[in-house]
């Protein structure tokens, strides 16, 4: 077992998740090591909330530490996440709306946001994938619809490892350079989120606007 200072006083850091779930999250990595990153990534990219902006992170600090190695981290947080992803991109190929219906409340997904996403997907296709992917506020969300909409697995899962890959490179780098300050990684995330969203959304405009010319 991995012995972690996580903080000195009775409560966590001020974050955007519960006391519980960042202790869950911790303990992940704490008792299971590269597995515990991998089950909770796999988790994350199923639509169960273990949060990436922290479980990363950690993982990264923990290579500076040389508990971890850096490089077997970032692939092992991929792997993860194309795994939760066709998790989810299947249960929605399977049972479509109806796992929202039943389910939506659990997965904490709103009719409204799918048929967004949909529209989204069938507009810009494997573009929106691979931009969701980096993209916070999306990132777990898209293997829905790419599920529902029957998108080529082959495609997919491609698109998933070349999204996946640089932000978990991104976090687990972050983790390793703040040292005992990883803690804060998830509270300057929530801060970046729509610099970032605003950063892809000019990439997509430009991206689209390429296209067209070339067609034209």
């Known amino acids: ?37 991998f089950i909770s990534m796999t988790l994350e990219s199923a639509l169960i909330p273990i949060p990436s902006e922290i479980v990363v992170p950690l993982a990264g600090y923990l290579s500076y530490e040389d508990v971890f190695n850096f490089w077997l981290i970032v692939l092992t947080a991929t792997g993860a996440n194309l795994l939760g992803s066709l ?5 929605g190929a399977r049972y479509g709306r109806r796992l929202l219906e039943r389910y939506g409340w659990l997965l904490h997904v709103r009719e409204s946001d799918l048929e967004r996403a949909e529209k989204w997907l069938a507009k810009y296709g494997a573009v929106f994938i691979l931009i969701g992917r980096m993209t916070p506020a999306l990132r777990t969300v898209v293997s829905l619809p790419a599920g529902i909409g029957r998108m080529d697995v082959g495609v997919f899962s491609i698109l998933t490892l070349i999204g996946s890959l640089p932000w978990n ?23 970046v989120d729509l610099i970032v969203a605003a950063a ?6 430009y991206f689209l606007w390429v296209r067209r010319v070339i067609e034209s």
């Open 87 to 91: 998790i989810l991109y299947l249960l």
């Open 200 to 205: 892809l959304l000019l990439l997509l405009i």
């Open 169 to 191: 490179l991104a976090l687990a780098y972050a983790g390793f350079i703040l040292g005992q300050n990883w803690i804060i990684v998830e509270e300057l995330l929530g801060k």
């Open 1 to 37: 077992m991995i012995s972690i200072q996580i903080f000195t006083s009775t409560e966590p850091p001020s974050l955007g998740i519960t006391r519980n779930l960042f202790l869950v999250a911790v303990g992940f990595v704490e008792e299971l090591g590269y597995l515990g990153v």
